[in-house]
């Protein structure tokens, strides 16, 4: 049974630093390219930013290109979000997701196989 689990979310101030972890169990990431999506209150859910299997290639949202970095651990079978000079619209539930990738480039659409349940990181203005 394949989980993924986020942690790390919460209440920061606008201009603050946040960091988001995304555990995996039932499946070994390092053949899973990884994206990470948010829906924010009254919102569709959208894209911000994925990461290839082998944790070299990254693509971003254009919203938050420049101040969110994803990352990969293939050995702790985890991802992360790093977070900077978060905005009050940054605000919304953060979701991971994983799909089987046969090769090293990124579809940052998927379609992803596997969603976790989300985290919730709210920006005060």
């Known amino acids: 049974q394949v989980q993924l689990s986020e942690s790390g979310g919460g209440l920061v101030q606008a201009g603050a630093s946040l960091s988001l972890s995304c555990a995996a169990s039932?499946?070994?990431?390092?053949?899973?390219?990884m994206g990470w999506f948010r829906q924010g209150p009254g919102k569709e859910r959208e894209f911000v930013a994925a990461?290839?299997?082998?944790?070299?290639?990254?693509y971003y949202a254009d919203s938050v290109k420049g101040r969110f970095t994803v990352s990969k651990d293939n050995a702790k079978n985890t991802v992360a979000l790093q977070m900077s000079s978060l905005k009050p619209d940054d605000t919304a539930v953060y979701y991971c997701?994983?799909?089987?990738?046969?090769?090293?480039?990124?579809?940052?659409?998927?379609?992803?196989?596997?969603w976790g349940q989300g985290t919730q990181v709210t920006v005060s203005s």
């Open positions: 997701a994983a799909y089987y990738s046969a090769n090293s480039n990124i579809n940052p659409q998927g379609p992803y196989a596997y």
């Open positions: 039932g499946v070994v990431l390092s053949r899973y390219a």
């Open positions: 990461i290839n299997w082998s944790g070299d290639r990254t």
